[in-house]
């Protein structure tokens, strides 16, 4: 996978949404800014609502859009996080291996998609984030494994701090993805192509992303609308 550091706005082939879901403080946030900006930093909000990243890449010669979704893990925004999952078409399931309750939810995470996401089976990924803290993991590999083999999903463990398999995490999903819309979903242009994704250039939206970074600034974050 290529990153594409340039592109003009109809300068790929598929536009791709991914969601990552989990419980609020499994690391979602710091492992998408991880995949799309290389960094890390221990001063990063909790997610309120839905926020979206962008990343362009190549993959088996195909130019990719990502739209990398990343949801809040309390309860009080969960409906609002089941929204997003009909469009979507890859996503993260995460959980923190040094807490056990994290783990054990991932289960009702995974029930939320085989209700609302566009398939039964929708392309999904296991990962085991924070392994940079194996010294006090509550969660063993093994376990882990277990679970996701029985599930048939594939499991990884990362870690958000230092970089370790975030991107070959999303290679795997991206695998997964890739394979599904090659047998379903035409390239960009074609007129039978869905409106997978908001329009995030929307004006309004704009705004309202400007909003967000000065209340950011001050310790807060407003709610991107659903624009589809």
Not at 40 to 58: A, H, P
Not at 106 to 119: E, K, P
Not at 190 to 199: C, E, I, K, T, W
Request: proline share 3%; with cysteine.
């Amino acid at each position: 996978m290529n990153e594409t550091r340039r592109s003009t706005a109809g300068d790929y082939d598929y536009l791709i949404k991914l969601l990552v879901l989990g419980d609020s403080g499994v690391g979602k946030t710091s492992f998408l800014v991880r995949f799309v900006d290389d960094q890390f930093s221990n001063r990063y909000l909790s997610t309120v609502g839905i926020d979206f990243k962008e990343k362009r890449v190549t993959k088996n010669r195909k130019k990719l859009r990502l739209q990398l979704w990343d949801t809040a893990g309390q309860e009080r925004f969960r409906s609002l996080a089941t929204a997003f999952f009909r469009n979507a078409m890859g996503f993260v399931v995460m959980f923190d291996v040094t807490n056990e309750q994290s783990f054990l939810n991932t289960r009702s995470w995974l029930q939320q998609l085989r209700t609302h996401a566009y398939t039964e089976d929708p392309v999904t990924i296991l990962v085991g984030n924070k392994t940079d803290l194996d010294h006090i993991r509550k969660v063993q590999k093994s376990d882990a494994e277990r679970f996701a083999d029985k599930l048939g999903l594939k499991y990884m463990e990362t870690s958000a701090q230092s970089g370790a398999n975030v991107r070959e995490a999303f290679e795997i999903l991206l695998d997964g993805v890739l394979e599904r819309m090659q047998r379903n979903v035409p390239a960009v242009g074609d007129p039978r192509v869905p409106d997978l994704v908001p329009d995030i250039e929307r004006e309004d939206v704009r705004e309202l992303k400007a909003e967000n970074e000065a209340e950011e600034k001050r310790g807060l974050k407003r709610i991107l609308p659903c624009c589809n």
